[in-house]
């Protein structure tokens, strides 16, 4: 039996063309609530970027790829920052000839060195304007002093393996985009904030589903019981998964749901 369910928001509940969550899956996340099953977010996102844009009362928040974790809207209960040798190699790194855009996200905000076009692109891929604010090289340093849970860094990924070599060394990045990684600290993945989450609601991990479609959902993908990649995934999430539904436009949460007997 399914007792939990964990989705990703962009590309999975959230459409990029619409930039809404289909009334298909929302007249589904109503039908599982009704039926008593605990609903979950698990996203790269920070929650001051999800709570604008899901009103749906999800019964937690896995964010920042795991790195921070929330019971309802408030009760924190799992937090992991990124090692200071790791920021401090990564203030040193951007004072130098090739600094990359590089989003801090703390506890309580979040900042950006400067936007290129790369930050552009994702600002409305998401349609987030607001994505983080710009602030002086200072202060952006002072910001990353005082604890960083997780860096949105805008870099390629040809760029990346030495970045994270030399920069990065006790973190790990994921990605769902070619415009920039998510570099969260060594062990910290979606799948480490599910068992933190079903922990605390009492929940196996046999009983649980997930939904996703990016790279850094592959962790999640082949922790859950039950895994389900959008049709739109790339071809690797898709192996990753269970069963693989249609597109987000497609109504894929819907279908898949369906498919399942968990919805009528």
Known sequence: MIKAIFFDIDGTLVSFRTHGIPSSARQALDELRGKGIRLFI?????????????????????????????????????RRGIASADIERMIRWQQGPEPFACVLAGEKGMCINFVNERVTRVRKMVETENLAVVVPFDEWSAAARRG?????????????????????????????SPLFADVV???????????????????????????????????????????????????????????????????????????????A
């Not at 062990?187 to 046999?206: C, Q, Y």
């Not at 019981?225 to 539904?245: F, H, I, L, R």
């Open 42 to 78: 698990a996203s790269g996102r920070h929650p001051l970027d999800i709570f604008p844009v899901l009103d749906f009362p999800f019964d937690g928040y896995v964010t920042l790829n795991g790195g921070y974790c929330l019971a309802g809207r408030d009760e924190v209960i799992f």
């Open 148 to 176: 960083v849970l997780q860096l949105i860094a805008f870099f390629s990924p040809d760029e990346e393996p030495r970045l994270m070599r030399e920069v990065f060394p006790d973190c790990r990045a994921m990605r769902w």
């Open 185 to 263: 600290p060594a062990g910290v993945s979606k799948a480490e904030g599910i068992d933190r989450m079903l922990a605390r609601f009492g929940i196996g991990l046999d009983e649980t589903m997930a939904f996703g479609d990016g790279g850094n959902d592959i962790p999640m993908l082949r922790h859950v019981g039950t895994s389900v990649a959008m049709g739109n995934a790339a071809p690797e999430v898709k192996q990753a998964a269970d069963y693989v539904t249609t597109s987000v436009d497609d109504h894929g949460i819907a279908r898949a749901l369906r498919h399942f007997g968990l919805i």
